[in-house]
């Protein structure tokens, strides 16, 4: 999950404060709003809400300024055990601004909880951080998820709702949702609600419960390129030209794109095994390594090579470049150019 470099994560963070372990301040940041967001939703729910009206302070940076923030932090709250101080949008103040923050953390209320938050953006000055762990709080990073890092965030939300996941499963949402980590967390919460504690996510029940085909996805398009099913192939590429909105063709060829340079990739892996092969290739299970070999038998390196040359080219007429063909079109040749590629390549 996000976390810092101090391996403090989502998951870590969100169980401390079910259990009631507070610290005195936690600076949430990072270009993943999601996890921000969330957090800080829950650190406003802290209080029962008999005690929010006195003691639950939210503040909005740009229209306040360090100063009042520090002395609102010094307040001792009313008939509670705590008072919460939750300081939104951290980033409209300038670090030459933070200073009185920066004091007041260097002898903290010890009844104040302050949590300091800036969603979208990374802090850049080293000395709130400092002055945040040297007063004993929490500094969480929430890092944009990278494509590549999608398929463990999508196995890391189902295990952390009590669900497992199937391969085909992770790379179906991964294909619909991509990185945007709300929606997936919308998407598998809906699944977490209808299936019971502990049930595995299977294509059937996205396909069911989402409204993702189990058979008509870029996965089994993959598949289907790797097994050189011709007949499949343009079925699949027929029902994506029937439903544009969820079947874009970028998306579609950049999945593509990355099958074709991992098989290029392994073409050229010495070591084959298993294990080694799944490192080579970045992926995450070694069932996964199951295409690669099939595709490796189809496509020898001087056809992926070929291929990689053909998609290249295909992103290029798509944008107008010398074709006035649909994109529709240019993907079914793109097709027809894979299954039949000869590798034939200047050397």
């Not at 990072?30 to 957090?39: H, K, N």
């Not at 306040?64 to 101080?85: G, K």
């Amino acid at each position: 999950m996000a976390s810092n470099t101090s391996a403090v994560t989502f998951s870590s963070l969100k169980q401390s404060l079910e259990k009631k372990r507070y610290a005195p301040v936690y600076l949430l940041h990072g270009e993943e709003s999601y996890f921000v967001d969330v957090l800080t939703d829950l650190f406003a729910g802290i209080l029962p809400e008999s005690e929010r009206d006195f003691n639950l302070y939210t503040i909005y940076a740009q229209e306040s300024d360090a100063a009042t923030i520090a002395d609102t932090c010094r307040r001792f709250p009313m008939i509670a055990e705590h008072q919460i101080v939750i300081v939104k949008d951290l980033q409209n103040l300038k670090s030459n601004q933070l200073q009185p923050i920066v004091d007041y953390l260097a002898n903290p209320t010890p009844t104040t909880i302050l949590v300091l938050s800036m969603r979208g953006v990374r802090i850049t000055t080293k000395t709130l951080p400092a002055a945040v762990k040297g007063a004993g709080g929490i500094v969480f990073e929430s890092a944009k998820i990278k494509e590549n890092q999608i398929g463990t965030e999508i196995h890391s939300i189902a295990k952390e709702l009590g669900l497992n996941i199937e391969p085909k499963g992770i790379s179906m949402l991964r294909d619909y949702v991509g990185t945007d980590v709300s929606r997936l967390y919308n998407q598998i919460e809906k699944l977490a609600m209808i299936l019971p504690k502990g049930a595995t996510i299977t294509p059937e029940s996205i396909e069911l419960n989402i409204g993702i085909s189990k058979d008509f996805n870029n996965f089994e398009l993959l598949d289907a390129i790797a097994e050189k099913k011709i007949d499949k192939i343009y079925r699949i590429i027929q029902y994506f030209r029937n439903n544009p909105k969820k079947n874009p063709t970028v998306l579609t060829a950049s999945t593509i794109f990355n099958y074709f340079s991992r098989l290029l990739i392994y073409h050229y892996t010495k070591d084959k095994s298993p294990a080694s092969a799944t490192r080579a290739l970045g992926l995450q299970w070694e069932s996964q390594l199951r295409s690669y070999v099939t595709g490796a038998r189809n496509y020898n390196a001087f056809k992926v090579i070929e291929i990689i040359s053909a998609i290249r080219e295909f992103d290029t007429r798509c944008k107008g470049i010398d074709s006035r063909q649909s994109e529709w079109d240019l993907l079914h040749d793109l097709m027809f150019r894979i299954v039949m590629a000869e590798g034939n390549i200047a050397i």
